[in-house]
Nanobody, 116 residues
């Protein structure tokens, strides 16, 4: 099983980044896919989630209206489009696959830094 995140980097406040997570080694299309983040000294928090079909999404209040999660079950990828970035969005962002009866898989994380 592999979850490989990409797309992180340094961006100025107000800017945009698009994170991508490529999955392999499991049946991607039946898993709920999630993006979490962890800032220094803080607990890991759920940022966004998307159900297996892609028809239902959930966002943390702090990112609603700015971030969009999407998935492509044909390509086994899940993306997080992040707009209007703020310094408080700075964190390591993790991709996570979840199915209640099979457990969870985590990626290695990608750093996002929002700073002028």
């Amino acid at each position: 099983v592999q979850l490989v995140e990409s797309g992180g980097g340094l961006v100025q406040p107000g800017g945009s980044l698009r994170l991508s997570c490529a999955a392999s080694g499991f049946t991607f299309s039946i898993y709920v896919m999630n993006w979490y983040r962890q800032a220094p000294g803080k607990e890991r928090e759920l940022v966004a989630a998307i159900n297996s079909s892609g028809l239902s999404t959930h966002y943390a209040d702090s990112v609603k209206g700015r971030f969009t999660i999407s998935r492509d079950n044909a390509k086994n990828t899940v993306d997080l489009q992040m707009n209007s970035l703020k310094p408080e969005d700075t964190a390591v962002y993790y991709c996570m696959a979840l199915k209640a009866d099979r457990g969870a898989y985590w990626g290695q994380g990608t750093q996002v830094t929002v700073s002028s």
